[in-house]
């Protein structure tokens, strides 16, 4: 076991916060010149990708951007719950979250796949949370006709 003390944790607090700095300054819907995603939303116009639009490329990576955001809040969260006297099981399963959105966020915005994919990426995560939503909600014997906890599998 690895001795850490108070100073270990000042550090790592500014480090979390200068990386939550940096998350928090970037527009989720401007793309940088040359990046890929100027790219990719270069080459919808040029190689007829049908259904795959200039926002829904946009909204892929906002969405990639969005799981970074939400890594790092959990980054926070898990520094001040590990200085506490408690049971580990709330950082635990604080870091279980975080794996999940960082794997989610990584396959989406894996290089050179393209716009096509990147999309369809985006849209199988939203299937596959309105299909897990949909069997909590018959497992609870609620209804969510009314969109109430989120995207219906109709949708």
Avoid: F
């Avoid at 076991?1 to 970037?26: C, F, K, N, T």
């Avoid at 040029?46 to 799981?67: C, H, P």
């Amino acid at each position: 076991v690895m001795d850490v003390g108070p100073q270990d944790y000042e550090r790592l607090l500014r480090a979390i916060g200068e990386v939550a700095e940096e998350v928090a300054s970037v527009d989720l819907w401007k793309t940088e010149p040359e990046s890929e995603a100027s790219r990719e939303i270069k080459a919808l116009t040029s190689d007829g990708l049908g259904l795959i639009t200039e926002n829904s490329v946009r909204t892929a990576y906002s969405a990639a951007q969005m799981g970074v955001h939400v890594c790092v809040q959990h980054a926070r969260a898990a520094s001040e719950i590990v200085k506490l006297d408690i049971s580990p099981m709330s950082l635990e399963v604080l870091a279980r979250a975080t794996i999940d959105v960082a794997a989610a966020t990584w396959w989406m915005t894996e290089e050179r796949i393209g716009a096509r994919r990147r999309v369809c990426r985006l849209q199988l995560l939203r299937i596959n949370s309105a299909m897990e939503l949909k069997k909590v909600t018959d497992q609870s014997g609620v209804t969510n006709d009314d969109g109430k906890y989120g995207e219906s599998e109709a949708e």
